[in-house]
């Protein structure tokens, strides 16, 4: 039970740390999202748009979804 309890305090220590690291920084955590054109939602369409900074590649997508729509 001892090393439960110290294995538990040393990821609570190292996540306190890491959350102080980026709260010193100010800067904001960042992600990749380019994996997300990958994704599809039930019609089959990209979720790219679920991004707030999208990738290349999901631009592309979206100009190519805007283009498709456009010429129905």
């Known amino acids: 039970m001892t090393q ?3 294995t538990a305090a040393v990821f609570a220590i190292a996540l306190a740390g890491m959350a102080i ?3 010193i ?3 904001r955590i960042k ?3 380019g994996g ?3 994704f599809k939602d039930r019609d089959g369409n ?3 748009e679920a991004c707030s900074n999208p990738s290349p590649e ?3 997508e979206r100009a190519r979804e805007h283009a498709a729509s456009a010429n129905d």
């Open 31 to 33: 992600g990749s999202c």
């Open 36 to 38: 997300l054109a990958n």
């Open 21 to 23: 690291g980026v709260l």
């Open 46 to 48: 990209s979720i790219c």
């Open 4 to 6: 439960v309890l110290i």
């Open 58 to 60: 999901c631009r592309g």
């Open 25 to 27: 920084s100010n800067r």
